[in-house]
């Protein structure tokens, strides 16, 4: 009887060692896609950030020759930023002449939103509309805005008091809302530019400006 099931057994570990996998089948079809998950909670942008850019920006557009070596260069900054504790009479202001109806407008915005007596990268501009419409730009300026091109930095700080090099077109201004648009240029001369060479300046605005209604709050 031990022989018998001695060769059974020889039988049964020959048909297992010849056994081997087969082929793989073909890939089935993909699956549907999952439904989307729950939407996480918005993010904090930070203290006073949403406060410090609500007034809207100025986009500008230096151009011309980079200082020392002349090489031509194109850069773009987004004023966007009021101050922590400032009141819209220091950035934001829109005045009438209550015997010719002029308007005056000063808008100064910055390129972070820091402490004043730490950011110096600002552009604030002042003009005045007539009631028939004269444009008069009385200055603008763009004070230490710091230029990064390529592995260089430089500093432009110019002021504007000339008439004769500013222009400014498009412009709106909605008495209800505050909102006020418009779109200037500028060319500083070789001899008055921080760059040794003409600087073109360009910008668009898209901003809300304040009225006083006392002198109690006095801006810049």
């Known amino acids: 009887m031990k022989k018998p099931l001695i060769y059974i057994l020889f039988g049964v570990s020959l048909l297992v060692a010849g056994c081997k996998d087969g082929d793989p089948g073909p890939t089935g079809q993909k699956g549907a896609t999952g439904t989307d998950g729950n939407k996480g909670a918005t993010g904090d942008t930070g203290l006073g950030f949403d406060a ?3 007034d809207g920006n100025i986009l500008i557009t230096m151009s011309g020759k980079r ?4 090489i031509d260069f194109k850069a773009t900054q987004d004023f966007k930023y ?4 400032q009141s819209p009479a220091d950035v934001s202001t829109v005045s ?10 000063y808008v100064r915005r910055f390129v ?17 509309v007539t009631s028939g419409g004269v444009i008069s730009v009385d200055y603008f300026d763009l004070a230490t805005s710091v230029i990064v091109d390529g592995t260089k930095y430089f500093g432009i700080s110019q002021y504007d008091d000339s008439n004769e090099i500013t222009t400014l077109t498009n412009y709106s201004y909605n008495a209800t809302t505050g909102a006020l648009k418009f779109n200037f240029s500028g060319t500083f001369p070789t001899n008055s530019s921080s760059t040794g060479n003409d600087l073109l300046v360009t910008g668009v605005a898209n901003v809300n400006v304040y009225e006083p209604l006392n002198s109690i709050v006095d801006g810049d």
């Open 52 to 54: 410090s850019v609500k």
């Open 82 to 85: 009021t101050l922590d504790a």
């Open 67 to 70: 200082p020392g070596d002349n």
């Open 96 to 105: 009438t002449d209550a015997n010719t109806g002029t308007l005056t407008f």
């Open 112 to 128: 972070g939103a820091v402490d004043e007596h730490h950011n110096n990268n600002y552009f604030d501009i002042e003009f005045s």
